[in-house]
């Protein structure tokens, strides 16, 4: 793989990774908001009026499983990128903003985790609970798979960075020679013509 097409694919990936990772965590928030309200009225003794959230937790587990097929092939093609990294001022700079999604896809999903954590301390039902406490466990291993990441990703800068000892600059290319001037055309000389 040529590691400057490599570099800039990954960065349209991981970019849209982060997006959906961040509509996760906004979902999550509306579950965990919800929760807090049955646990809410639960405690006052009164009736909660969501019926639908059971339901939404589920779908929402569901929709992390499909997540984490997303997420688990990065660390297999970040690896892939590491083993053919070399020295390349162009590669350098999509390495670059290749780490600093990485570092943001991290912080993201274990922004996502400590929400799933929350929303299960705050759910009472014990089939709700139940459902919260395997997603918490689910988003957790998705934290395990992105924290490697960040790790591989400066890796590659740095190879992407660093003169090998061998390394020769690429030869400039040669200046055209200057087109030989013409040599002066020689007039042989005229014998003048025999007086008769």
């Known amino acids: 793989m040529e590691i400057t097409a490599g570099l800039k694919q990954m960065e349209s990936t991981l970019s849209m990774v982060c997006d959906h990772t961040s509509a996760m965590k906004a979902k999550l928030e509306d579950l965990l908001f919800r929760a807090q309200r049955i646990a809410a ?65 991290s912080s993201l999903l274990r922004g996502l985790h400590d929400t799933s954590m929350l929303a299960h301390q705050h759910i009472r039902t014990a089939d709700h609970k139940i459902e919260a406490f395997y997603l918490a466990n689910e988003i957790e291993e998705l934290v395990m798979r992105g924290q490697g990441l960040p790790t591989t990703a400066n890796k590659i800068v740095i190879l992407t960075q660093t003169k090998p000892p061998d390394w020769v600059p690429p030869a400039a290319p040669a200046d055209e020679p200057a087109p030989a001037a013409a040599a002066p055309a020689v007039i042989p000389p005229t014998t003048p013509p025999a007086k008769t």
């Open 41 to 105: 009225a639960q405690k006052s003794n009164m009736g909660s009026t969501d019926t639908m959230f059971g339901y939404d937790l589920q779908h929402y587990r569901r929709s992390v499983r499909t997540f984490a097929g997303e997420i688990s092939g990065l660390p297999v093609v970040f690896g892939s990128l590491e083993r053919s990294a070399v020295y390349d001022d162009k590669a350098a700079k999509f390495a670059t903003a290749v780490a600093r999604l990485a570092m943001r896809l």
